[in-house]
């Protein structure tokens, strides 16, 4: 794993295990970060591979394998909103901005699955709200 991706609250101290863990037994396992891992070195002239969808078409075209990327759908509500949020936009190239008012949300620290599917692409985990934005974004 990169520096600088482990949660920091783990980065100077201790990592705590679950009860079952065995003196002696591989770390790896426990953390859920036993997964293979291909290490990458993109150049200038690859620019489909500059996001993590074209890095998957590229490892699956490598190995022969399939891909598929499951199909979401977003539930709304239309409900009229408690107070009002203004946008300002300062380029006449901005074409489209959306935005989503999200409610009763606890941060908290993510689930270890979430915080190692950022580590392994190199970005510290900080809570439940910025890794979700973050895994939005790198189009998990």
């Known amino acids: 794993m990169p520096d600088g991706t482990i949660p920091k609250e783990f980065s100077d101290g201790i990592q705590i295990l679950p ?13 859920d970060v036993d997964d293979e891992n291909i290490e990458l070195s993109i150049t200038p002239n690859r620019a489909d591979a500059l996001s993590m969808r074209g890095v998957a078409y590229a490892v699956a ?5 399939a891909l598929h990327f499951p199909e979401r759908t977003l539930l709304e509500i239309e409900k009229p909103a408690a107070y009002e949020i203004s946008v300002a936009i300062a380029s006449d190239k901005v074409v489209t901005y959306a935005s989503r008012v999200v409610e009763k949300v606890t941060i908290k620290p993510s689930p270890q699955c979430l915080q190692n599917l950022l580590m392994h692409a190199g970005i510290r985990p900080i809570n439940n709200v910025v890794d979700v934005t973050n895994c939005v974004l790198l189009n998990f």
């Open 19 to 31: 009860y079952e863990a065995v003196p002696g037994d591989s770390i790896f396992p426990y953390l």
């Open 61 to 65: 075209a490598s190995y022969g394998k």
